[in-house]
């Protein structure tokens, strides 16, 4: 079992509340990978020699045979198992693993198959010239991110140490392609099929007004990745850039601007989360919603009595200036929450001391939140701290017993394999 046993109590599933099963999943995951982890060393024996002693023409031939399935099923795990543990040359001297130390961690349960897959790779596309030291120390690192890390955050600590160890990349091209390039061809329907590249600049600028045309609109539940994928989102957003142009005053700017609401709400209900809101005096929403949409939308509140009844009507207000998101923009270049990759015209800016209880709308009492984990952070066990001017979260008990503080570090600056 791991180490996390005694966490949970000895109950039946059904007695546990929502934290106890989630904390027993998490338990469950662990003792799976150590014990997949025991597959690999049982399987990288069998490389070593024993498939063919066996009659196997490979090792993943004879492991397919063994689970029933067919090679292409097993051809991961296998090459999993050979990577993590060491093998025997002629003679029976050990040849080391080529990821010795992700091989241990996998053993605890610490990291799970495709954290290791990912770290091998690194490992494997790192030039030959790098001394067996800092490899080991690139290993090391790699690993301490991937105790804690989701794989879009290690695949950014992958690609920073590579690039770190291997500053000049792949060899260039004989002949370097156009900065900027375009082709079409028309079928005989008389669609046409485009294809081509842009330069990292002309690209940002283009993903800048596409990104956001091409999101699924929240106001229609049916616009959701089984009706229109997001290659058919992609040519609807083109073409509404087409239509709209970059200069048109309703195309998306760089800020992210909200749109002008009007909630309907008392006071006392918006503090105390309870109760319903009136969201442009049409649809109703709960005051939870109402409290995210009061982190960073341009909202026209009407104040109401204890009977219903209006009282004052007041003014649109900014909460959130232009020239705040923008230093947002600049200190958290994108979604705060740790291990995610949303950019800064994706995001809300939340109030780490709600508004309403007295928070300040000024650097220091804001952050950058996607639409996603803004909710999550308002409804769920999730905590939010500034410390030295920079957004600290921690997860919930179920997640880390320890409950250690995480950051985001795919917007930070490049780490050092060290």
Not at 57 to 80: D, F, G, Q
Request: hydrophobic share 40%; glycine share 6%; with cysteine.
């Amino acid at each position: 079992m791991s180490e996390t046993s005694s966490l949970v109590p000895q109950r039946e599933l059904w007695q546990l509340t929502a934290r106890e099963k989630a904390a027993a999943l998490r338990e469950e995951l662990m003792s799976l990978w150590q014990q997949e982890s025991r597959v690999y060393r049982i399987i990288a024996d069998l490389d070593n020699g024993g498939s063919r002693e066996l009659g196997y023409p490979s090792t993943t031939a004879l492991v397919a045979e063994i689970a029933r399935t067919s090679s292409a099923a097993v051809r991961k795990m296998v090459a999993r198992a050979i990577a993590l543990n060491p093998s025997h040359g002629v003679g029976g001297a050990e040849i080391p693993a080529a990821a010795p130390l992700t091989g241990q961690a996998a053993a605890e349960g610490a990291i799970s198959p495709q954290h290791t897959d990912a770290i091998v790779a690194a490992l494997r596309s790192i030039p030959a010239t790098v001394s067996a030291a800092e490899r080991e120390r690139t290993e090391k690192t790699l690993i301490d991110l991937a105790r804690n890390a989701g794989m879009p955050e290690l695949a950014q600590g992958c690609q920073r140490l590579r690039d770190t160890l291997d500053p000049d990349g792949a060899e260039p091209r004989d002949t370097p392609e156009p900065a900027r390039s375009m082709r079409w061809h028309t079928r005989k329907d008389g669609s046409i099929k485009f294809d081509g590249y842009l330069d990292p600049v002309s690209g940002a600028k283009t993903l800048a007004l596409l990104e956001p045309l091409a999101a699924a609109r929240k106001d229609d539940p049916s616009d959701n990745p089984l009706v229109r994928g997001q290659a058919e989102r992609n040519g609807d957003a083109f073409m509404e850039m087409v239509t709209l142009a970059a200069s048109h005053p309703d195309s998306p700017n760089r800020s992210g601007t909200r749109a002008d609401l009007i909630v309907t709400i008392t006071l006392n209900d918006l503090k105390a989360k309870l109760g319903k809101a009136c969201l442009d005096m049409v649809t109703d929403i709960t005051a939870s919603e109402a409290r995210i949409l009061a982190c960073d939308c341009k909202i026209i509140p009407a104040i109401l009595d204890s009977a219903g009844q209006p009282l004052e009507m007041g003014r649109a207000k900014r909460l959130v200036t232009e020239a705040i998101r923008y230093m947002l923009a600049i200190r958290d270049r994108g979604c705060a929450f740790p291990g995610c990759t949303r950019k800064p015209r994706h995001c809300e800016a939340h109030h780490v001391l709600p508004w309403h209880a007295g928070g300040k709308t000024d650097l220091g009492n804001l952050v950058l939140l996607c639409g996603y984990h803004h909710r999550l952070l308002h409804n769920s066990d999730w905590t939010l701290r500034m410390v030295n001017g920079m957004p600290e979260f921690t997860p919930p008990a179920f997640l880390d017993p320890w409950r250690k503080p995480r950051t985001n570090t795919i917007h930070t600056a490049q780490p050092r394999a060290a």
